[in-house]
């Protein structure tokens, strides 16, 4: 009998909101929530410029959205939010319960990640191990993801279902949007 394969329907994505490149101190974050294509909940907080809470801070808007117990995944535009606040993923699966899904639009230069954590961010060496042990990004519908806590065949699944406009799923288009129209006044795509 053929396992059943789990459902991705609720989610909630995550991304940063724009800053300058000078900018020193806290980031805004946004989280969307999302059952199928429907926007059930929009959550914020703020993660250090470069430093080490985006974890906790992750973890702590999945409890606040009100919605943990119905989500089925967590998605992340990317492993580190306002900089190189680098996520813990595995540690975010395991503190919320959820599988994570670290979608870009490309592979990342991981050459040149290495070479900015070890030569100009303050703890670069951790940070570039927690990013080394998820093994490289792979192509999947038309993105590039990491997978934590799901096989890339489940990923598959979770984008196909939460994927409406373009090739970003929902969740992360929206939170990226939110965060631009916030701290801008006005938002626009592409970036994700």
């Known amino acids: 009998?053929?396992?059943?394969?789990?459902k991705f329907s609720h989610a909630i994505g995550f991304d940063d909101?724009?800053?300058a490149r000078e900018h020193r101190g806290d980031v805004r974050v946004f989280g969307t929530v999302y059952a199928g294509h429907t926007l059930?909940?929009?959550?914020?907080?703020?993660?250090?410029?470069d430093g080490r809470n985006s974890t906790a801070e992750v973890a702590r808007l999945v409890e606040l959205s009100g919605a943990r117990e119905h989500l089925h995944l967590i998605l992340l535009q990317g492993v580190a939010l306002a900089g190189f606040n680098v996520v813990d993923a595995p540690a975010l699966g395991a503190l919320t319960g959820l599988p994570v899904l670290l979608v870009a639009r490309r592979p990342p230069d991981l050459e040149r990640i290495r070479r900015a954590l070890l030569t100009r961010v303050p703890g670069g060496a951790r940070k570039w191990r927690l990013i080394e042990a998820l093994g490289p990004m792979e192509p999947?519908?038309?993105?590039?993801?990491?997978?934590?806590?799901l096989g890339l065949a489940e990923a598959e699944v979770a984008l196909a279902a939460l994927t409406v406009t373009g090739r970003v799923p929902e969740p992360l288009r929206a939170a990226h949007l939110i965060a631009g129209g916030v701290t801008r006044g006005s938002s626009r795509g592409g970036r994700v």
């Open 1 to 6: 009998m053929p396992s059943a394969v789990r």
């Open 17 to 19: 909101a724009p800053f």
């Open 40 to 49: 059930h909940g929009v959550v914020s907080g703020r993660v250090r410029r």
């Open 140 to 149: 999947c519908r038309g993105v590039w993801v990491q997978c934590v806590g």
